[in-house]
């Protein structure tokens, strides 16, 4: 039988993969996935998950609770991916500092285990097929069952993982995945969101393919008019192939021109093995990847097999060459770059980790717009669309996992990313760790970098390792890592540590570290607000400036990163509780710019600039001095108050300008020259009353299904000018194809909810007992006995006889206030519902759905009766139903609201694909309303 079966397959897997749409196809399934915490200890809570007789590790197909296939779970939360739970709940001084006090993960056993469950249907085409599901990255400890079967466990919350489910695939009919995500434990010490954060794939193959991220390309060699590029590509063999196959590689340019081909004819491998085979392919006159014109070619490796195309793996890349040297630095295609860079935690306001795509061109753009040209994803590897971001947008990156090791867990670390990054022209360098106090200066430290090292050189010689290194910067790792990553002058003598090793290339993996609070310009402790001027954070450490210039004298060092480039949840140092989001960024966490990124564009960009800080509206300080400050890259600036020259001042090279202005309201204005032309004038002027709300979208037309609109609120006085102080109450309302998904206004200390989304109580019905009715009295409550009710389920006559069933279940809210519905699970054949007495009617769309009028319902102790029966069992060994089913309580949020912080608030609008246009209002009391339409294009 078993052979019957294999030569069947066979002529399915060689005749079948014509007949298939397409040869690969990659399927995002983020769409209708059902939610419901679990709990972390009570299994009750965890609706009874890993308690039946034998586990789902005892027989294959035994995934009880919800990981069962056909487990209930239609009164559980319907959303969509990405989804990060943590950021829904509201904040609590006992939640964790580093995560930013949101009332989940550790510590919240109720609020760590989240349960998602996703039907789909898998059509019998498929059959012969390798059917494999993919997560780009689950926050945390991951089970994932499929029909019931167990596939596996990943305890990190960054490495994305795949399952081959195609044994267990129902063909032609519904396929369930369930995942439980455990973040019960931080891996970090920053905010780091839970549950399935990143997108979900389902990807269909033949079983002969390219392996996943098995494709390698990098530039070996680069002249003027030609690059050689090496090729190496893994092909498996998931089935019993056997001879020869041809494997071709075609590349094409940045405008889709085939520029290269070349074929090669090799045995297959052996059944579940991989060949790997390698190639050197020429392309004349490549347009090169660099920072301004970040060109991308493809390449499509196809597999050919008696005459059919088993595969098409398509690999995006780009040509170009980069080095660090020990004197000059970091070159990218030959040419020197100072590295300006920042690092970056993955998350935003309002949306926390589950980052649209959008977002993540949004924050590079940002960060473009500063000048800066590198982004280090400290401390943990990046969720891929961060750097297709990069690539297309033209971003060096610093790649890093997330601790150091040299056991399996850590080194597959390292392949995992590496493999998955290692065509990423944007990616310049692979960083194995970060400020590992118990190891970085001592001889652990110096044998474990070496063995991460060489594992990483082993899967990729094109880029080097570093370490960010935050003490002993002469000894342990640093003594042995390829290139000095440099924490913090303020940690140790740089120039000393050169000295002794010139041969090491060196940059400043972290550097800044200052506090500032958008649009604050007087520190105030008691409020946990820091003025944005330049500071260093302690005496010891260096202010943005300091940094910066530190690291432009000094052309050996390759350049910096700064800490950090946006605000982030969690680390508020130097403050704590109620202060939950950092202090760090040059931006904060909705991309509002503090003074320091015009500081950074002076000196990072080519672009002119004058900004002056603070604002001008000091009401009630009237003749006092205020420290004004201009950034700017010209030569000279004049101010000038109300018209009153306050001199003309030289700007030095990487520095600033300061003046000391009694305030009087009115305008203060700068003139920049260049060479003693006047190029650049900038203003600012003291404001007047509140007049209106403005709202501008980042832009105004949504071009795909999930596209975003990033909308900045703020409120302008009669002459059409931004109010700097502005703190109003905004209350949003939308209406068309899109829906809000968060808001934000970067205030550290606001404990504003980032996301209004309707409360769902899952309520069980308690106390279960039955009494045994004649089928005549079938629908009828009367009949039934007060002292005759048993605990239910314990004879065996369930099966064979009608019985009446009676249960409580318990409302917190006034049942007005809330939407209640019962999804009854049947307890045996022609059932009919009692609520408080009253008979109740299935609703139209399912038969075991009861949508319960508020009149029926009780605040506080309801009573169920449910009379039903015999229950038939389908095979002998079948278990009996002795649930009843699930209530459902929702309760509807108040619209979505924000106050402004120093005048801006951020509210994020994703479009749902209708085509219909999206027209978001907002309003505020004693204030004009604002108004923004978003046009949709065809989609
Ligand atoms: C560094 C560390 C960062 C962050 C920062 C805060 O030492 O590497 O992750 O914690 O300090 O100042």
Known sequence: MKRIYSVFALLIMVCGFSQQGSIREKILIDDDWKFAFGHQYDVEKDFGHGTSYFSYLA?????????????????????????????????????????????????????????????????????????????????????????????????????????????????????????????????????????????????????????????????????????????????????????????????????????????????????????????????????????????????????????????????????????????????????????????????????????????????????????????????????????????????????????????????????????????????????????????????????????????????????????????????????????????????????????????????????????????????????????????????????????????????????????????????????????????????DTCGFPKDNVYYLKSWWSSEPVLHILPHWNWEGREGKEIDVWVYSNVDEVELFLNKKSFGKKEMETNGHLEWKVPYQKGTLEAIGYRNGKRILYEIQKTTKQPERIKMTSHKDVLTTVKDLAIISVEVIDKDGLHIPTADHPIKFSLKGGGKIIGVGNGDPTSLEKDKFIDELKLIKITDLKEQKVSKDSFKNLSDLQDNNWTEAFKTKENETSTFAYKGNFNLDEEPSSVQVVYYYKELGTDSAIFINGDQVRPSGEDVQKYNLDSSLLNRGENTIHIIAGPQVKKRPWDELNKDPGLIQSTKKQEPWKRKLFNGYAQIIIQNDGTGEDIVLEASSPGIKPGKVVLKKNDL
């Open 59 to 587: 027989k294959a197909g035994y995934g009880d609770g919800p990981a069962a296939a056909d487990y209930d779970d239609r009164a559980w939360r319907s959303l969509d991916l990405p989804h990060d739970w943590a950021v829904e709940q509201l904040f609590d001084e006992k939640a964790s500092f580093s995560h930013g006090f949101k009332a989940a993960g550790k510590g919240f056993p109720e609020k760590n285990i989240g349960w998602y469950r996703k039907t789909m249907l898998i059509p019998q085409s498929d059959i012969g097929r390798k059917i494999v599901i993919k997560f780009d990255g689950v926050f945390r400890n991951s089970k994932v069952f499929f029909n019931g079967y167990y596939l596996g466990n990943q305890e990190s919350g960054y490495n994305g993982f795949e399952y081959d489910v195609s044994a267990y695939v129902n063909y032609g009919q519904k396929n369930t995945i369930a995942v439980r995500v455990d973040a019960s434990m931080e891996e970090g010490w920053y905010y780091e969101g839970a549950g399935i954060y990143r997108h979900v794939y389902l990807e269909k193959t033949e079983a002969l393919k390219v392996k996943s991220d098995g494709v390698f390309v990098y530039t070996e060699e680069l002249e003027q008019d030609k690059a050689v590029l090496n090729i190496s590509a893994e092909i498996e063999n998931k089935e019993r192939y056997t001879g020869k196959m041809k494997v071709f590689h075609t590349v094409l340019d940045p405008s889709g021109k085939e520029v290269a081909f070349l074929s090669e004819e090799i045995p297959v491998p052996e059944f579940y093995g991989v060949k790997k085979v390698s190639a050197k392919i020429k392309v004349d006159r490549p347009l090169l990847w660099d920072l301004e014109t970040p060109n991308l070619y493809r390449l499509i490796t196809e597999i050919k097999y008696k005459d059919h195309t088993l595969d098409q793996y398509t690999t995006t890349f780009g040509i170009r060459t980069i080095r660090f040297d020990a004197d000059k630095g970091f070159f990218l295609n030959g040419k020197p770059v100072k590295i300006k860079g920042t690092n970056n935690h993955q998350e935003h306001a309002g949306v926390g980790t589950a980052i649209p795509d959008e977002l993540q061109y949004f924050r590079i753009k940002k960060l473009k717009e500063m000048g800066s040209n590198a982004y280090r994803t400290s401390h943990h590897p990046p969720t891929p669309e961060l750097l297709e971001a990069c690539d297309k947008l033209g971003m060096l990156v610093i790649d890093e996992v997330r601790l150091m090791g040299i056991n399996d867990f850590h080194l597959d670390q390292i392949s995992y990313l590496i493999e998955r990054d290692r065509n990423h022209p944007s990616v310049i360098c692979w960083s194995v760790g970060n400020e590992e106090w118990m190891i970085e200066g001592n001889d652990k430290g110096e044998k474990i970098t070496e063995v991460m090292q060489h594992y990483a050189q082993k899967l990729d010689l094109t880029r080097p390792v570093t370490v960010g290194i935050s003490s002993g910067f002469k000894s342990g790792i640093s003594s042995v890592v390829e290139i000095m990553g440099y924490n913090y002058l303020g940690n140790g003598d740089i120039d000393a540590h050169r000295k002794e090793f010139k041969h090491q290339p060196g940059m400043g993996t972290e550097e800044g570290s200052t506090f500032a609070t958008r649009g604050v310009y007087i520190t105030d402790d008691h409020k946990h607000y820091k003025a944005a001027y330049d500071q260093k954070p302690r005496p010891t450490f260096y202010s943005i400036e300091e940094g910066w210039k530190f690291y432009s004298d000094r052309p050996y060092l390759a350049g910096m990163f700064i800490w950090t480039g946006f605000d982030y949840r969690g680390e508020p140092t130097p403050y704590g509780w109620p202060s939950v989001s950092s202090y760090f960024g040059m931006m």
